[in-house]
């Protein structure tokens, strides 16, 4: 009883206290059955999932946005066309036509264009920062989701053996009853020791639907698509050190490159700001036609036709301190960005601690795991020569059969620890060493 009152506790800790959903029942069809590796669902999941999507899109904006900064580097071309006519003012009805061209170049604009195509170009950086720092942050939600899977589907197979053996001891009970060896007592508790192991084969058959829901929804695949992962767990000790951990986010995480191009980008903000008190000078040629009424008593036209070339200087004196109060903005942006890069740089100090010690945790688990799955194995091939010696009946057996296969699932929860953590720690440092 303290074994499965174990399990009952076991199914907590893994999958947490929230609200369970229906579990699958006999006769539920799913449209498809797909087998996946860890590094297919990271390829799907990378092409196909919103969020990556959207930070994307962002990047194809600043784009677009870089190309309409640099249009202010080229001339402008401009053409007006107007018709006219007049009746019940002159003797005769008239009509008359205008057309304007005019082409326009700026030839110094205080650095507004040259600084707005800089700050653009850095925002694209920092647009491409966070798309890297999308798809970091989604391959490790999709390894969380695709090892839960797997376990879930380990730990669907062991309540499977456990609700098998659990029945064999009411079976066993039953019989003893009628030998008179057992009270009735001991066939309720066994009852309700099977109604536990049921209720928790349910759960953790709710609990694998789940987990299967979320990566579908991680990778943006159909709902009822079933995922079967193929990747096993697996672990490969290597020595690990904060150190080079926190070097290596220093210089790999995303985050970092998108302060430092919002810092670019700021400083150029300021400049674009600071131009709105500088001259603008831009050259211009204008062609004009007209055609107008050489008489009002007779309907007869000419037209009259003109360029003008021209050389313009404007220069704001005075325009109520906007341009200082816009510039002063623009400064307090730079350094509230400053400043959000001095508590970042914090900020991953402690993620890269906490990865690095849960790591080692895990690590540590492990070894203490693979311990008690060579303990339980042997005991189960003691267990095996017994039965074949007549000294232990199937049940005994069977018994320790369980035992060896809950030390080999808390070795896989072990595993699953360690590859949650490693990935964990790589996401910290702003790089997986292996996809």
């Known amino acids: 009883m303290k ?27 799913y449209a498809e059955e797909i087998t996946l590796t860890f590094n297919e669902a990271v390829a799907i999941g990378l092409r196909d999932n919103r969020d990556i999507l959207l930070k994307a899109q962002d990047v194809e904006k600043a784009k677009s946005l870089i190309a309409q900064a640099q249009a202010g580097l080229f001339p402008t071309l401009d053409y007006t066309g107007s018709w006219f006519y007049t009746s019940g ?19 110094y604009r205080g650095g507004k264009v040259i600084n707005n195509i800089k700050y653009n170009g850095y925002k694209l950086e920092v647009a491409e920062s966070l798309l890297d720092k999308a798809k970091l942050e989604k391959i490790f939600d999709f390894s969380q989701a695709y090892y839960t899977l797997l376990l879930a589907s380990f730990y669907v197979d062991l309540n499977k053996q456990i609700l098998e053996n659990s029945r064999q001891h009411l ?50 695949l159909d709902k009822d698509i079933v995922i079967v992962p193929s990747t096993e767990f697996k672990f490969t000790p290597k ?10 986010a220093m210089q790999a995480r995303p985050e970092i490159k998108q302060f430092e191009s919002q810092l670019k980008a700021d400083k150029s903000a ?26 009002t ?51 991953i100090a402690l993620e890269v601690k906490n990865a690095y010690l849960a790591l080692r945790n895990s690590i540590d688990q492990i070894k203490s795991s693979q311990a008690d799955v060579l303990f339980y ?15 232990v009946s199937s049940l005994g057996r069977n018994d320790a059969q369980l035992k060896y296969a809950v030390s080999v699932f808390n070795q896989q929860q072990a595993t699953y620890d360690y590859t949650i953590a490693k990935y964990n720690f790589d996401k910290a440092t702003g790089g997986f060493n292996e996809i």
């Not at 003012?89 to 057309?99: A, F, M």
């Not at 020595?239 to 290596?248: E, N, R, T, V």
């Not at 036209?301 to 903005?329: C, E, H, I, M, R």
């Not at 194995?377 to 000294?391: D, R, S």
């Open 3 to 29: 074994c499965r009152f174990w399990l009952v506790i076991f199914i907590t800790l893994i999958f947490g206290t929230g609200y369970i959903p229906d579990s699958g029942k006999p006769g539920l069809v």
């Open 89 to 107: 003012l002159y003797t005769k009805d008239l009509g008359q036509s205008t057309s304007q061209v005019t082409l326009k170049q700026y030839i």
């Open 171 to 220: 079976d066993y009970i039953k019989a003893r009853y009628k030998n008179g060896e057992s009270s009735e007592s001991d066939i309720l508790q066994a009852q309700a020791s099977l109604s536990s192991v049921e209720q928790a084969y349910e759960a953790s058959c709710s609990q694998q639907e789940s987990a299967r829901a979320l990566l579908n929804n991680l990778l943006s």
């Open 239 to 248: 020595d690990i050190a904060f150190d080079q951990g926190f070097l290596k």
């Open 270 to 295: 300021i400049e674009v700001q600071r131009a709105g008190n500088r001259p603008e000078i831009y050259a211009s040629w204008d062609y004009y036609g007209r055609s107008h009424a050489i008489t």
């Open 297 to 347: 008593t007779v309907n007869t036209k000419n037209w009259n036709d003109y360029n003008v070339v021209g050389l313009t200087v404007s220069w704001p004196v005075f325009d109520g301190w906007q341009t200082k109060a816009k510039v002063q903005q623009a400064i307090i942006d730079l350094k509230q960005t400053e400043l959000g890069k001095a508590k970042l740089i914090q900020d």
């Open 377 to 391: 194995k042997n005991n189960l091939a003691t267990a095996e020569e017994k039965y074949a010696q007549g000294l």
